[in-house]
């Protein structure tokens, strides 16, 4: 009977192990030490990447989980500042009684989020006049970014009081990379896409020349919403021995701005046209106006036609005659890829880490 009594005691504990989750990612139920609870918008939710490519999850698998924590991602694409609060995202921070938060708002705020929609389709369109009319928009809302920043305060205030019961507590507040190239990054690749068109030099220079600008305009706003997370943030490091840290990505995604291939086909070209020597040919240009080693995530092609190419180049009389013309556009994105989330979550360990009690060499060899 006792040795009955024995296997039937070893049996119920292998049972009630097997009942107890493994460590996940978001697991409501999950039983581990430490608690490291993620929240935001579509960066740590991994709008077009794997839940495992995301930076809570890097943070977590090349980091955190040999220190004894577990992660509860509350993120949800299209999260405003607002909606935070709102939507259940702030509560749930409360009840994982966190030991380490991050969050990352602000970039879905309207119309801050135009940057990434309607502004980041004028660019795949070649539509930069549009572009760089959005982008001042954004810039001249100030009632935008001070609602922002309004938001940004009420939830420190908030982990500010779970920070009264749980004073080891550790909040990482991110700013954005810009998914733009540089403005003076694209000088030398518009000549060389223009120069590949043959028949249409002068016009495809004159909408592209039009870029840059586009560009400037968008990078400041990327650079706008970094300095309002920044200010709102800093008060509450002041005042609590830096246990509130901004983390900005942005000056380690220069570089890394999305992959912009562009195909400009002249399908049909005219020449001598209306003479006994007319003759038709074709022409198409290559280039990518971006990075060679993205960060972002590709999204869709654009396939826009080039009306812009019209007229093409007055280089014989009769003149040429631009028949047919097509463009694709690809290889851009505004979210961070595997490796843009990998640099996201080194960048936030660095910085974290020694206030988490983790005394670990800094590492200054990261986001290469």
């Known amino acids: 009977m006792k040795a009955l009594n024995k296997v039937s005691g070893v049996a119920l504990a292998a049972l009630l192990l097997a009942l107890i989750p493994a ?101 795949k369109s070649h539509d930069f006049s549009s572009a760089l009319s959005c982008a001042t928009a954004i810039q001249g809302n100030t009632t935008a970014f001070n609602n922002l920043t309004n938001d940004l305060t009420t939830i420190m205030q908030q982990y500010k009081l779970i920070m009264a019961g749980r004073p080891k507590l550790v909040v990482a507040v991110l700013g954005y990379p810009n998914p733009f190239p540089q403005a003076s990054d694209v000088t030398s690749p518009i000549a060389e896409l223009c120069q590949g068109t043959t028949d249409t030099i002068v016009s495809c220079t004159t909408r592209w020349s039009q870029l840059p600008a586009a560009l400037t305009a968008l990078d400041q706003v990327i650079q706008k919403l970094n300095t309002t997370i920044s200010n709102a943030v800093q008060p509450f490091y002041i005042g609590y021995q830096g246990r509130f840290i901004f983390v900005n990505p942005y000056q380690k995604f220069l570089k890394h701005d999305f992959k912009m291939d562009v195909t400009l086909r002249l399908d049909e070209v005219c020449h001598l046209c209306g003479t006994d020597a007319s003759y038709i040919d074709n022409h198409k240009s290559e280039q990518n106006v971006g990075s060679d080693n993205p960060w972002f995530q590709a999204g869709s092609d654009g396939t826009d036609t080039p009306f812009y190419l019209q007229p093409p180049d007055q280089i014989n009389d009769p003149p040429v005659v631009l028949i047919t013309e097509s463009q694709t556009t690809s290889g851009m994105g505004v979210y961070p890829n595997d490796t843009g989330n990998k640099c996201i979550s080194d960048l936030v360990w660095e910085a974290v880490k020694w206030k988490l009690g983790i005394p670990e060499p800094l590492n200054s060899n990261i986001c290469q």
């Open 23 to 123: 460590a996940t990612t978001d697991a409501q139920t999950t039983i581990c030490g430490k608690k490291y609870v993620a929240g935001g918008d579509d960066v740590p939710a991994g709008n077009t990447i794997q839940s495992s490519q995301t930076y809570p999850s890097h943070l977590l698998n090349d980091h955190m989980a040999k220190v004894g924590y577990c992660l509860f991602n509350t993120a949800q694409n299209g999260t405003t500042s607002s909606t935070y609060i709102s939507g259940g995202q702030l509560s749930t921070a409360w009840n994982r009684q966190p030991d380490f938060i991050t969050l990352s708002v602000g970039e879905q705020n309207t119309p801050i989020v135009d940057a990434v929609n309607t502004c980041f389709d004028n660019v």
